[in-house]
């Protein structure tokens, strides 16, 4: 059974950055497109960035040019570098195997004016 373990939300300024990285254990990490949502109080679920098994990215509208995912295999690991945050980047971020809808457990990232 997959599972993910999200690292190193926190709390941050505006103007700063953060890393967050996803360690996926199991063997599908490979060849599985993985994926950031965040999710801020009383809004909806929203995709942030998209990584496929060949590097293919994808990117919200509010994060392109600020956020960067990339992965690296090796470790079964997915980053999502978010640089510039905003008051209204401030949200669950959570990691998934989008190829297999598999979550997890979610990491609170909150950003200050």
């Known amino acids: 059974q997959v599972q993910l373990v999200e690292s190193g939300g926190g709390l941050v300024q505006a103007g700063g950055s953060l890393r967050l990285s996803c360690a996926a254990s199991?063997?599908?990490?490979?060849?599985?497109?993985m994926g950031w949502y965040r999710q801020a109080p009383g809004k909806q679920r929203e995709l942030v960035a998209l990584i496929t098994s060949g590097d293919s990215t994808n990117y919200a509208y509010s994060v392109k040019g600020r956020f960067t995912i990339s992965r690296d295999n090796a470790k079964n690991t997915v980053y999502l570098q978010m640089n510039s945050l905003k008051p209204e980047d401030t949200a669950v971020y959570y990691c998934t195997v989008e190829t297999f809808n598999i979550w997890g457990q979610g990491t609170q990232v909150t950003v200050s004016s």
């Open positions: 199991g063997n599908i990490f490979r060849i599985s497109t």
